[in-house]
């Protein structure tokens, strides 16, 4: 199912907000997190945010979504501050595997493209 403009529109706002919150925290370890993708619900009660997840060991992003989690309350009032809006989603953070998937598979049709010239060969 397509997804309104205009949930689109507030998930992209969402994002640069979260984004510019996360940079002014004074944890350096979570201030350093980017944000891929912020995913809203329906009734934008609820919204996913996807966090890059290179660079972080498993502990280090069992670390970095334990400051997340510790700081929504913080960022859920600057982003009602900042956007005027009279709610804010709650916020849950997780880390986005997509992109680890996407490099897997790459490797992968390499591999069959490698293999497959080395038996034309």
């Known amino acids: 199912m ?3 403009i205009h949930l689109q529109r507030t998930q992209s ?9 996360i ?3 004074s944890d350096t ?12 619900s329906r009734g934008k009660y609820n919204a996913d945010v996807f966090i890059h997840p290179d660079f972080y060991s498993p502990e280090e992003k069992k670390q970095v979504l334990k400051g997340l989690k510790k700081a929504e309350g913080v960022l859920r009032e600057y982003i009602l501050s900042v956007s005027g809006w009279y709610k804010c989603p ?3 953070f997780c880390f986005d595997e997509t992109l680890q ?3 897997n598979l790459d490797e992968i049709f ?6 497959k010239e080395g038996k034309n060969a």
């Not at 706002?13 to 510019?20: D, N």
């Not at 390499?110 to 293999?115: D, F, M, V, W, Y």
Request: net charge positive.
């Open 23 to 25: 940079s002014g925290l």
């Open 29 to 40: 370890r979570v201030n350093s997190a980017s944000v891929v993708e912020v995913v809203c």
């Open 101 to 103: 998937k996407t490099k």
């Open 13 to 21: 706002v969402l994002k640069e907000m979260l984004q510019e919150a």
């Open 2 to 4: 397509e997804k309104s």
């Open 110 to 115: 390499n591999q069959i493209a490698k293999e």
């Open 90 to 92: 709650k916020l849950n």
